[in-house]
Structure formats: structure tokens, C-alpha cells
């Protein structure tokens, strides 16, 4: 017996812990109105839609009775002494034809305006999904699996479009072949009418249990399509990790486990969506034969010509057509509605706070000239409210210096750069460019003139030089950028030099070198501000002094923020801020802390007296040449 409960369950994804419960706001209703309301089409388009989907259904009605004409003509002419009606016979049989091209040529046209029409919306949601999601702000991302975001993109956009066009061709037009036709059974005979609509109700009724039933086990389809898409995702970005720990059989026995639960869902989505057509052909088998028998009945007692037992037989047959594509509609919509839902949970999820707020950069202090000012005023911030990851942290930036932030790992580095960049708002105190708060000018202002390298490095499919540029046409800046980052001599050993395509996965390029094209990328650009967050860490010690040493250049125009566990590097910088447990611990130049002896100076392996400690608060080796003297 087939089990007809929903079967998402949650699998754990690769990493071994199962999907935390959502916390999310339930899915907004993605109806039916909200589907149609997305639809591309302009009032003429619609129109001529809607005519010639009516002419075409209007000539599925008006053949039957033409060729029930036909048969009585036929009929008269032959039967007794009569005389065959030829002209009228030619005449009706034109006219037959006429309609039968007729037929066609409106619902070829309609079928094609209404296809362009449902691709143009569909299209369009992707677009607007596209364009949400660099709206929405990084916790979304956080609490979403990606393979849940491209099905949503990609899957649910195509499925929640398919409703469109039944909405408007399928039902307007098999609403008017039902009234039409259901008025000419009555003309015709009440009695037959009356048998043909008995089919009606059934019909009805039994697509909308089904469908009813048929809904827990689509959303589970879609969910469990989602966990699936996610995690092939995570097996293909990990597939070295999964080789080194012997973890194929893990990741293949959770691929196992989604891989059944969708077959299941989606069987009992079929099962119960499937049997829908059986059971209408069964009611309308049996609706049909006493139909035939009636009908028999009546011709034979003289109480209905033949023709127009003819025009009973077809019609009833376009009745009971026209209740089963009404039907089928019901599941459709069941099936568009989840996926409509899935669209809707995107496209109306709360956007990155003050997009686009339009406050201008203050002119005076000329961010546009100069490199700005930075200041962190009193800031605390915490990701969940029961877990403070920065408390009452204030530092300035001076334009064009470098402030190195150092600390424990997970003392709240990265999140200074997230906090900087606009990801996140602190929940006390401020972070001003220019004295202008980060809040007052948006995220998108504030990432104006901002380039940010992190240790995770980022290339796209493209050649070096494409990875380089970016969206910057200055052939002199990538050049200089090639020479300062040192990517220079890695692109001269590679087949076609700066020409050579590389990406997030190639493998001709190591890590430490794929971290250098993206601080190429940076010097590049020519930002105002600059934030590097273990940008260099995968360089050797003597690359990344070496770059870091190129990125100093860059000081006369860009005021940098660098996140490092290396002392040799912060030690280049102007300011020296130290993290630890979720306050500034000390800051200052390299000497100054030094001199202090505290933290910094442990970190460092030198105290003031000159002994040397080998304490580090991070536990990391400084990694590079005696900071003792600040370059
Ligand atoms: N998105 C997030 N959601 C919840 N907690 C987070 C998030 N990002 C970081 N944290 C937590 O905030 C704390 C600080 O993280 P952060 O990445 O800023 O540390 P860090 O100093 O940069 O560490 P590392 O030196 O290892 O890079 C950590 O305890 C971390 O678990």
C-alpha cells in the first residue's frame, strides 16, 4: 500500500548536522491572483488572446451542429422519394471547412501569443529574483540552503507559470463550451442534457479531493527537490574533502536518503494526480452509454432525428472534455500555488537595510578626492542577541592609513569588515565614512568605491586578465596591479599567459595565487577604501610582505582596514588595533605597543626589556621576519 504522508524529512547536509528547524515566517500564499498578477502582457495582447481563444471554442461548438445539419440533409435526401438537397449539402459543407481552418488558425495564434506571453513573465520573475537577491541581506543567505535559492530561480519560477495560461485559455473557454453547450442539450432534448450533466458534479468533486490530497505531497516533492539540488552542490565543491576523509560512502548514503524520499513524494504526487483521469473516464464512460442508448431510443421512436442525436453523442463528449481539463486545472493550480508560494517567500523576504537611501557623500571632507575618515564609535554587535561578538569597540582610521586588527580567532575580526561593508547593523554605537553614518548612506553607497579581498578567494570563469579588470577598462591600472600583487610572474608560467581562463575550481593556479589575483583585483580598482581580511594568508611569509608592501603604496589614496594573524604583516600598518574577548584590548603603532609590553608585544615574541616570549594569543607563529622595526 502506497505511504500517502508527506515524506520530507530533514537529511543532514554534508557536514554532518541536520538542518536546523526554520524559523522563518510561513511561506506567503502564493496565490492564484498573485500568479496571474505576474503575468507580462498588455491589454491589446491579452486581448486578442481572449478572441481568439473564444472564436476557437465557438467553432469547437457551432461544428458539431453543422455536421448534424450535414447528416439531416443527407438523411431527407436519401430516405423515400426525396431529392438530395445538393446546393444546400455543398453550401453546409463549405462552410464546415470554413470553420474547421477557422478553428485552427485562432488557436494557433492564440497558443503563440500566449506562449511568448507566459516566457516573457517567466523571465521577468527570474530577473526579479535575480535582482532580490542582491538586495537581501546576508542572514538570509545565512539561514537558506542555495539549492533551495536555485530552485526557487529556476524549477518553482517555470512550475508556478504554468498555471498562467489554463487561466486563461483553458478555463474561459471551457466555461464557455460547458454554458454553450449545456444551452444546446437543453434545446436539443432536456432529458439527454440532464444525463450528460450528471458527469458534471462528479467530476468536480473528485478533482478537488484529490487535489486537497495531492498538496502535502507536492510541497514535499519541492522541498526535498531543493535538499537534493543543495547537496549535489555541496558534494561537487567538496569533493576533495569527501575523498581525503573516505566520506564517499556518508555523502552517498544522504544522497540515498533524499534521493527516496523524493521518489516518494513525487510517486504519491503522481498516484493520487494520476488517478484523477481514471476515475473521470470511468464516470464519463458510463454517462456516454446512456447517452448512446437514450439517444438510440429517441431516433428510433421519431422523437430525435439522427443528426441531432448526433450533435447529443458529440457534444456530450465535449462536455465531459471540458469538466476533465476544468479538473486537471484544479491539480495544476495546486501545483502552481506551492511553487507560486516558494517564489513569493523570495521576492517579498525583507530587503538589506536602507538601500538606496540617496544621502549624498558629503562633498566637504571629499570622499571623492581623498580617501575618507573611518571611525567605529562605542560599537557592539550580535549575530543572535544571547551572544555579544563585539562590546563598546571605538577606533579611528586616519584617511590613507592602514589599521591592522589583530586577535584571538573568533574575537570578532571579520566581523568589524562585515559590519563595515554594511552586511550587518550594530546594535549599539556607530560606524561614520566621512562622519556621515553607514545607516544614513545605505549599503550601496557605502560599498561605492570599496574593494574587499577575503582569505576565501573569488574568481569567475574568465581569463586572468578578465578576473583582474572586473569592470574596469584602464589597461595601465591592471598592468600596475599585475606587477604590485606579484601575479605577474605566476601568469608568465601559465599556457597563455594573462590570457589563460581560470576560475573558483582551476586547478592551474594554488591557493596562495588565486588570493593574489584577487588583491590584484583590488589594487586595480583604485578603492578608497580597502579591507583585507587574511587576504595574503595563503602567500608564502616573503610574498605577502612583498604585496603587503604594494598595497602601502596604495595608502595615498585608500584607507585600509586588514584583518591578520600574522605580526609581520599588521606590523607595516599605521594603527595596530587589538581584539580580545570582545573588546579592544590595546591599540596603537607597532613601537607603541612594543613599548607597552601587553598583548600585542607577547603576540609579537618581544617584550619591551627585550626577552622574548613565546606566548601568542592566537597560538599562530608570526610567521615572517622580525617585527621589531616598524618599515
Ligand atoms: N553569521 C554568523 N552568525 C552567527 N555567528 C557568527 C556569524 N559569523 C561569525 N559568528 C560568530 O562570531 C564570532 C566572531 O566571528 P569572526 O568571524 O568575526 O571572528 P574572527 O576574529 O574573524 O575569527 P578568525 O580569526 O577565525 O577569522 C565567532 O564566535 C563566530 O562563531
Known amino acids: 500500500m502506497l505511504d500517502q504522508r508527506p515524506q520530507a524529512r530533514p537529511v543532514a547536509p554534508i557536514g554532518g548536522r541536520p538542518s536546523a528547524p526554520s524559523q522563518k515566517a510561513p511561506a506567503p500564499d502564493g496565490s492564484l491572483r498573485w500568479i496571474v498578477r505576474q503575468l ?118 517555470d512550475n508556478a507559470a504554468t498555471v498562467i495560461a489554463p487561466v486563461l485559455v483553458t478555463v474561459p473557454t471551457n466555461a464557455l463550451t460547458l454554458v454553450v453547450v449545456t444551452a444546446v442539450l437543453f434545446v436539443i432534448s432536456p432529458v439527454l442534457a440532464a444525463v450528460a450533466l450528471v458527469a458534471a458534479p462528479v467530476s468536480a468533486l473528485a478533482a478537488v479531493l484529490l487535489a486537497r490530497r495531492a498538496r502535502p505531497h507536492l510541497e514535499a516533492r519541492w522541498t526535498t527537490t531543493a535538499a537534493l539540488t543543495g547537496h549535489i552542490e555541496e558534494e561537487l565543491s567538496a569533493r576533495r574533502m569527501l575523498q581525503a576523509y573516505n566520506a564517499e560512502p556518508t555523502a552517498a548514503r544522504r544522497f540515498r536518503d533524499l534521493n527516496d524520499s523524493l521518489f516518494s513524494s513525487v510517486r504519491s504526487a503522481q498516484w493520487i494526480g494520476g488517478s484523477l483521469p481514471s476515475v473521470l473516464t470511468a464516470v464519463n464512460a458510463l454517462v456516454f452509454l446512456v447517452l448512446a442508448v437514450l439517444g438510440g431510443i429517441m431516433v428510433v421512436d421519431g422523437h430525435l432525428s439522427l443528426g441531432a442525436a448526433q450533435v447529443v453523442v458529440v457534444f456530450a463528449q465535449q462536455l465531459t472534455s471540458a469538466v476533465r481539463e476544468l479538473a486537471g486545472f484544479v491539480t495544476k493550480v495546486q501545483s502552481g500555488t506551492v511553487s507560486a508560494s516558494k517564489v513569493r517567500e523570495v521576492l517579498e523576504a525583507p530587503e538589506d537595510v536602507g538601500v538606496d537611501t540617496g544621502v549624498p557623500v558629503p562633498a566637504s571632507s571629499g570622499r571623492h578626492q581623498l580617501p575618507p575618515e573611518i571611525v567605529f564609535d562605542d560599537v557592539g554587535f550580535a549575530y543572535d542577541a544571547d551572544n555579544p561578538v563585539l562590546e563598546s569597540v571605538s577606533f579611528r582610521m586616519a584617511p590613507g592609513t592602514t589599521t591592522a586588527v589583530v586577535g584571538t580567532t573568533g574575537s570578532g575580526k571579520t566581523t568589524l569588515t562585515n559590519l563595515l561593508q554594511a552586511f550587518y547593523t550594530p546594535s549599539r554605537g556607530s560606524i561614520t565614512i566621512d562622519g556621515v553614518d553607514l545607516t544614513e548612506l545605505g549599503p550601496q553607497q557605502v560599498r561605492t568605491d570599496m574593494a574587499v579581498v577575503t582569505q576565501e578567494p573569488w574568481l569567475f570563469t574568465g581569463t586572468v586578465r578578465e578576473n583582474i579588470a572586473f569592470g574596469i577598462d584602464d589597461g595601465r591600472a591592471v598592468d ?42 583590488a589594487i586595480a580598482s583604485s578603492p578608497k577604501i580597502l579591507i583585507l581580511d587574511e587576504a595574503t594568508s595563503a602567500a608564502d611569509p616573503r610574498t605577502e610582505l612583498l604585496v603587503q608592501r604594494a598595497l602601502h603604496r596604495l595608502r595615498a589614496g585608500t584607507t585600509t582596514l586588514l584583518i591578520t594573524h600574522r605580526m609581520a604583516t599588521a606590523a607595516l600598518a599605521d594603527m595596530i588595533v587589538v581584539l580580545d574577548d570582545r573588546v579592544i584590548a590595546e591599540a596603537g603603532t607597532h613601537q607603541e605597543l612594543i613599548a607597552a609590553g601587553g598583548v600585542y608585544a607577547r603576540r609579537c615574541g618581544l617584550v619591551p626589556d627585550g626577552t622574548r616570549d613565546d606566548e601568542r594569543v592566537d597560538g599562530n607563529s608570526p610567521n615572517g621576519p622580525d617585527t621589531g622595526s616598524n618599515p
Not at 502 to 520: H, P, R
Open 480 to 521: 600596475t596591479a599585475l606587477d604590485d600583487s606579484h601575479v605577474a610572474q605566476i601568469v608568465a608560467a601559465l599556457p597563455n599567459g594573462i590570457d589563460t581562463v581560470i576560475g573558483q575550481e582551476s586547478e592551474n593556479l594554488s591557493a596562495g595565487e588565486k588570493q593574489l589575483v584577487t588583491v590584484a583585483r
Open 40 to 157: 507580462d502582457l498588455s491589454r491589446g495582447r491579452g486581448a486578442a488572446i481572449s478572441l481568439f481563444a473564444i472564436l476557437a471554442a465557438v467553432a469547437g461548438v457551432v461544428a458539431p451542429i453543422l455536421f448534424g445539419a450535414i447528416t439531416n440533409v443527407i438523411v431527407d435526401g436519401t430516405v423515400g422519394d426525396a431529392t438530395m438537397d445538393w446546393r444546400l449539402l455543398w453550401t453546409l459543407l463549405g462552410v464546415q471547412v470554413g470553420v474547421f481552418v477557422a478553428a485552427a488558425a485562432c488557436s494557433l495564434a492564440q497558443g503563440q501569443l500566449l506562449t511568448v506571453a507566459v516566457q516573457r513573465s517567466v523571465a521577468g520573475l527570474r530577473a526579479r529574483i535575480e535582482d532580490k537577491i542582491h538586495r537581501l541581506p546576508l542572514r538570509y543567505f545565512e539561514n537558506t540552503r542555495r539549492g533551495s535559492l536555485v530552485s526557487k530561480l529556476t524549477a518553482h519560477t
